[in-house]
């Protein structure tokens, strides 16, 4: 029990929402075409789940060697990594047994579903989320520590894995998967930006430019607003073209704890510990409006 614990640590499993949101929304897409096989269901699901286990794992891999982690005095469950290598409780190479273990696994997941219906389209998707995984944290590219590390994240935990998710069940391109995957990655977008805000000193110290660092606190928490307003117009616009009027009074309810993440946030920016249930408000606006998504898509 205490390796299961350790390892649903280092996995940073509260964090999964990320991808099943988005493979629940593409899955229920999917159905319109039809009964949905459970074996490619099983197969999506093997890739979706290892891909983003296996980024986790690298990236806590990459901030230890870098020194990011390690420095790092403000770590909270919503940033600073898992701390499993920091506090020894799994060793380096334990780690990079475990990553080669889920790219091996999700790859193979991955060409089988290519093969059960999938087809090319699902194949260049799905090596596309898993090399967004990898070179997010691994050099030559190191994105996370770059300026387009969270539009990446944006990219690989909406458009691509809702379009991929359809693609992996119904062998088809659907449009409007990519609208409806919009909002879902703006927000995570979102979440990820809000997570360095307490990380800012030790990425700086290491030289981890992520947007925050290059950009200031101000400016970023600008562009934050900016990201969040952009979300809520494009969730209006998707759940008045599903024609889920019944979800808009829902929708609106979720308003007002954006206003509290940005007042909240706003009014800590200096205070690192302080300014941490911003960030679970920010993953929790992201959870709500996600799972708004997937009733609209699913009662229309």
Request: with cysteine.
């Amino acid at each position: 029990m205490r390796q299961l614990t350790v390892w649903a640590r280092a996995f940073r499993l509260r964090f999964f929402t990320a991808s099943l949101l988005p493979l629940l929304l593409g899955a229920v897409i999917a159905r319109e075409e039809g009964a949905i096989s459970s074996w490619r269901w099983l197969l999506v699901f093997g890739v979706v789940l290892t891909a983003h286990a296996a980024s986790n794992l690298l990236n806590d891999l990459y901030d230890d060697l870098y020194g990011t982690d390690r420095i790092n005095e403000h770590y909270s469950p919503f940033n600073g990594g898992s701390r499993v290598l920091q506090e020894e409780l799994i060793s380096r190479a334990v780690l990079m047994r475990a990553i080669r273990l889920c790219y091996a696994v999700g790859i193979l997941c991955l060409l089988l579903l290519s093969q059960a219906g999938g087809g090319w389209g699902v194949l260049i998707l799905g090596l596309a989320g898993f090399g967004c995984g990898y070179f997010y944290s691994a050099p030559p590219f190191r994105l996370a520590g770059t300026s387009y590390g969270e539009l990446l994240v944006g990219l690989a935990f909406g458009p691509l894995l809702v379009l991929g998710t359809t693609m992996g069940l119904t062998g088809v391109f659907k449009p409007e998967a990519l609208l409806v995957s919009l909002p879902v990655g703006v927000l995570i977008t979102g979440v990820i930006l809000i997570n360095e805000f307490p990380d800012y000193q030790a990425d700086r110290a290491t030289g981890k430019n992520t947007l925050v660092v290059r950009l200031g606190k101000e400016r970023c928490f600008r562009g934050l607003a900016l990201l969040l307003g952009a979300a809520y117009l494009l969730m209006t616009v998707n759940l008045l073209l599903l024609g889920s009027y019944r979800y808009l009074l829902s929708f609106v309810f979720t308003l007002p704890l954006a206003v509290w993440v940005y007042r909240f946030g706003k009014r800590h920016l200096e205070e690192a510990k302080k300014f941490v249930p911003a960030c679970a408000g920010m993953m929790i606006i992201h959870l709500l409006n996600s799972l708004l998504l997937v009733l609209a898509c699913w009662r229309r």
